[in-house]
């Protein structure tokens, strides 16, 4: 140790000597550790210095500066610090102090860089960042374990995973199908062509596929959706391609049935009737070239038997109805498979393997920053608007109610201030998106138990998308129910939506870059995967829209075909600009993925 060593240290505090003194093992010379690990074994390194210190301290060069980080809530990381912390050369207390990784002394800013060159001690650790930083280049640095010291600290127990992840899931390009000569003769034996007229060639006749639905009474709700699940492109060629046939469908599955004479025949109580075959009935009517309206009476009894709490000729709510119709066909096509996976795979059935996705939930201590992780499978995401000036005008009102004499003027003020926020107040997709993934600050009535306190800690929610489906199917929470007041009520206020949107501000790996900061660590071994395995740029192709209030509502599905858009009221088809369906009062917008890919393990892909 040199003499201006000596002369400097006993003058320099430790951070917080008596709780969070570094180990002794830290704080010997750097000249008389083991040179047990080569440099040239670990490119994490960012500078010469920071490269001879690696070479100095072995294999785990910061595991004693593991029990000094402490995790704020929302991932941010810093040094134990005491309450008589100060730079050990001036005496002050600036807002940046760096702690020397080689002797843990402390020293500010302006005194950091004599401290390196009266020690050798180069590398030093930012206080209140838990950063890296090299004294003689005079810049931060990174090192891939040290970020993995800190991120331990901040995932607890769990694994931590390798320093960077460079699996990468295998593409093949698109290649589309030719029949061969055996093909095409089976194609001109068993299938009859469309007429020219009816495949959309005439600039007058609609997309080929596009058909009015019957309205059976209080069905528009059925309708809407059901236009929306025909037109969604991967789960439209599914069937299309007859990956779901009717008459092997009801071979194999002795209790289901899809004809009606088969039905009077079979029990009625034993007897499982097929979505997913009703289904396939509606699209290949659809696909015949008739524009006479189809008539969903097959689909809809189908559906009862399915739901039977809502069998009735009452107007059900389109998102419910949604919902149900894919756990209905997630639970047929689900028996068919010998082995099947997990419902939050995804592949379990062709409704998830395009509509299922997976939400990530962190729920982390406001005391010391622990993170709970959960993950949950979706096959849409609710959203609530953002909240408008009129809650803000209602709260000033009844304030200045109380408060002012002339309180009747006041509230009149309040009211045409109210109306005419109501009137300016706009609310955005991407608005509500933001608020959907932003933290949350749980109340004291939901106290989570946190595993490294051993008490009930008050919280931090924050919700992200680890895993996008191929479409994205927006639910917008219109309808408000409180059971305080027993009252129910719609909200009209417009929603603003984009044609096209990028998902990637959304995603786990997006939200934990910007919770943790520059540390390009990655934190969860699947989030990277998870994704760059598909695109984030999405393309709205159906929006389902409800006007009226909760007593008396009516359901119309507006679609996107070969760039135009088209109105389906029912039986009613007709083409519309851009224009109205931007005004339209969105309450589910599917959005389809702008670029699929193809895994080359896939024998059969939907897209």
């Known amino acids: ?37 080569p440099a040239a074994q670990n490119p994490n390194f960012s500078c010469q210095h920071l490269l001879g210190l690696r070479s100095q301290l072995g294999a785990s060069p910061f595991r004693s500066l593991q029990d000094h980080i402490r995790i704020l809530p929302l991932g941010r990381a810093s040094i134990l610090r005491g309450a008589d912390i100060q730079c050990g050369s001036c005496g002050l207390r600036p807002p940046r102090l760096y702690a020397c990784v080689s002797c843990a002394a402390v020293v500010c800013g302006e005194h950091v860089r004599s401290h390196a060159e009266e020690t050798a001690h180069h590398v030093a650790v930012d206080v209140d960042r838990a950063e890296l930083f090299c004294c003689e280049c005079g810049d931060q ?20 995973p390798p320093p960077e992840n460079l699996k990468k899931r295998k593409r093949v390009d698109y290649k589309p199908w030719t029949p061969d000569l055996k093909e095409q003769a089976l194609i001109a034996e068993n299938t009859t062509p469309l007429p020219t007229s009816q495949l959309g060639s005439d600039p007058g006749s609609y997309p080929q596929g596009l058909k009015g639905l019957s309205n059976l009474g209080n069905t528009c709700f059925m ?74 009476a097959k689909f809809l009894y189908s559906w009862w038997q399915h739901a039977s ?21 997630h ?40 993170t709970s992780t959960t993950y949950d499978p979706c096959i849409d995401i609710s959203l609530d608007l953002e909240p408008n000036q009129v809650d803000s005008a ?10 002012s004499a002339k ?44 595993q490294k306190c051993q008490v009930n800690q008050e919280s931090l929610k924050q919700m992200s998308i680890k895993k996008l489906p191929m479409v994205s199917c927006f639910h917008i929470k219109r309808f408000e129910h409180s059971p305080i007041r027993k009252m129910s009520r719609k909200i009209d206020r417009y929603l603003q939506f984009p044609f096209s949107i990028d998902m990637a501000p959304y995603l786990s790996s997006s939200i934990l870059k910007s919770r943790y900061g520059n540390r390009i660590f990655p934190f969860d071994e699947d989030e990277q ?79």
């Open 309 to 329: 709490d809502l069998a009735s000729y009452q107007q059900q709510d389109a998102h419910e109805f949604f919902i149900s119709i894919l756990d209905g066909i």
């Open 394 to 403: 209602k709260t000033s009102a009844k304030t200045s109610s109380k408060t």
């Open 141 to 160: 640095v990174y090192d891939g374990d040290f970020d993995a010291a800190v991120v331990s600290v901040a995932i607890g127990d769990r694994p931590v």
């Open 407 to 450: 309180s009747s003027n006041s509230v009149k003020k309040e009211a045409n201030s109210m109306n005419s926020a109501q009137n300016t107040s706009i609310s955005t997709l991407v608005g509500c998106l933001d608020r959907f993934t932003r933290p949350e600050r749980l109340g004291s009535d939901q106290k989570f138990f946190c």
């Open 331 to 370: 639970e047929k096509l689900q028996k068919d498979r010998y082995k099947p996976p997990s419902q939050g795979s995804g592949d379990c059935c062709i409704a998830h393997r395009v509509f299922s996705g997976i939400l990530r939930s962190d729920v982390m201590c406001t005391s010391c920053g622990f």
């Open 1 to 37: 140790m040199s003499s201006s060593d000596h002369k400097i240290r006993p003058n320099l505090p430790y951070i917080n000597s008596q709780e969070t003194q570094l180990s002794a093992e830290s704080q010997k010379p750097v000249s008389n550790r083991r040179d047990s690990t």
């Open 529 to 607: 995967d998870a994704s760059s395995e598909i695109s984030s740029q999405f393309e709205l192709f159906a929006v389902i829209t409800h006007s009226g209030n909760l007593d008396a509502g009516h359901y119309v599905t507006y679609l996107r075909l070969s760039n135009q858009w088209y109105k389906c009221d029912d039986a009613w088809i007709t083409r519309v600009n851009d224009d109205i369906v931007r005004t339209a009062q969105g309450y589910m917008m599917f959005y389809v993925q702008k670029m699929l890919y193809y895994g080359e393990s896939e024998t059969a892909v939907a897209g």
């Open 223 to 296: 309708n809407s959706v059901l236009q929306a699940l025909l037109h969604t492109p991967p789960l439209r060629n599914y069937f299309v391609s007859d990956l779901h046939n009717k008459f092997y469908c009801e071979r194999e599955n002795k209790t289901i049935v899809t004809r009606k004479s088969e039905l009077n025949k079979a029990d009625s109580k034993s007897v499982q009737l097929c979505l997913a075959c009703d289904f396939d009935a509606i699209l290949s009517a659809a696909f015949l070239g008739d524009r006479m309206p189809f008539s969903p």
